[in-house]
């Protein structure tokens, strides 16, 4: 059960808004909706570990990920042991849409995911899963890792 850590975010109107976008993202890709204490607890519902590539155990990665607010990261990250999804002040911005939060999220999460241990190939595997399996557009130029 991944958890959005609320508390994270800005408490100004610009917070709640990329609040309430990642909320509706996570509800999207996992199929239901945060909780109140912010819990999400299904992984990405349309993911598949032998067709995509993915560790067996990546529904039990999913339940220890933290998805939180970091005002010192440029974009997007994820800390590769500690599995925090960080998401910086450039999805503040009002043109960012919920559509590109699920692709995020869902990129970040694969970094931790994926079966492979060589994060050099990670993108090129990640456009495969997005693209092709998750029908997603192939670039949104949103990613900043």
């Known amino acids: 059960m991944a ?16 609040l ?8 999207n890709i996992c199929g239901h909706g945060v909780s109140k204490k912010g819990i999400v607890l299904t992984a990405p519902r349309e993911l598949k570990a032998g067709r995509d590539n993915l560790r067996s155990d990546y529904r039990e990665i999913w339940k220890k990920c933290t998805i939180e607010f970091d005002s010192e990261e440029t974009g997007a990250s994820v800390l590769m042991k500690s599995y925090q999804i960080k998401i910086g002040p450039f999805f503040l911005r ?4 919920i559509v590109d939060l699920e692709e995020v999220l869902l990129h970040e999460f694969l970094h931790v995911a994926l079966d492979i241990s060589d994060r050099q190939f990670h993108h090129g595997i990640m456009t495969q899963i997005l693209k092709y399996n998750l029908g997603y557009k192939e670039d949104s130029g949103i990613f900043m890792d």
């Open 20 to 27: 309430k976008k990642l909320k509706i993202a996570l509800a």
């Open 94 to 97: 009002p043109s960012i849409k």
């Open 3 to 18: 958890t959005l850590l609320t508390s994270t975010f800005p408490a100004d109107e610009e917070g709640a808004k990329l």
